[in-house]
C-alpha cells in the first residue's frame, strides 16, 4: 500500500484549507484510515479517521479539531480528505495519512507528511 498525501500549504487562522491522500490497493474501500500530525517539539498526534464497513461510515476525532475538521474517503477514487476550516495556528504542523486494519490496532502503512502552517 502507497499513500500520498498533499494540499498542505500557508493559510490564515480562520481559514482553510482540504488535504488529499492518494491511495494504492485494490481494497481501499475496507481500508481503515486515517490523519495525524506532527508539531515542531511535539510528538505525533491523532487528528482523525474513518472507517467502512458493510457499507456504514464510521468517523472519529481528536477534540481539538472537533466541529472543525471533517474527514470523509471517495472509494472509487482511492482517496481520502481531511477538510478543515477555522484554522488556527496550532494546528501548525506536518500532516500524515495513514492506513489501519481497524479502530485501537494501530496503523500499518504511512505517507510522507505534507506541511500545514497556520499564520496568525
Known amino acids: 500500500v502507497q499513500l500520498q498525501a498533499s494540499g498542505g500549504g500557508l493559510a490564515q487562522a480562520g481559514g482553510s484549507l482540504r488535504l488529499s491522500c492518494a491511495a494504492s490497493g485494490r481494497t481501499f474501500s475496507s481500508y481503515y484510515m486515517g490523519w495525524f500530525r506532527q508539531s515542531p517539539g511535539k510528538e505525533r498526534e491523532f487528528v482523525a479517521a474513518i472507517s467502512w464497513r458493510g457499507g456504514v461510515r464510521t468517523t472519529y476525532y481528536a477534540d481539538s479539531v472537533k466541529g472543525r475538521f471533517t474527514i470523509s474517503r471517495d472509494n472509487a477514487k482511492n482517496t481520502l480528505y481531511l477538510q478543515m476550516n477555522s484554522l488556527k495556528s496550532e494546528d501548525t504542523a506536518v500532516y500524515y495519512c495513514?492506513?489501519?486494519?481497524?479502530?485501537?490496532?494501530?496503523?500499518?502503512?504511512w505517507g510522507k507528511g505534507t506541511l500545514v502552517t497556520v499564520s496568525s
Open positions: 495513514a492506513k489501519g486494519i481497524s479502530r485501537g490496532k494501530g496503523m500499518d502503512y
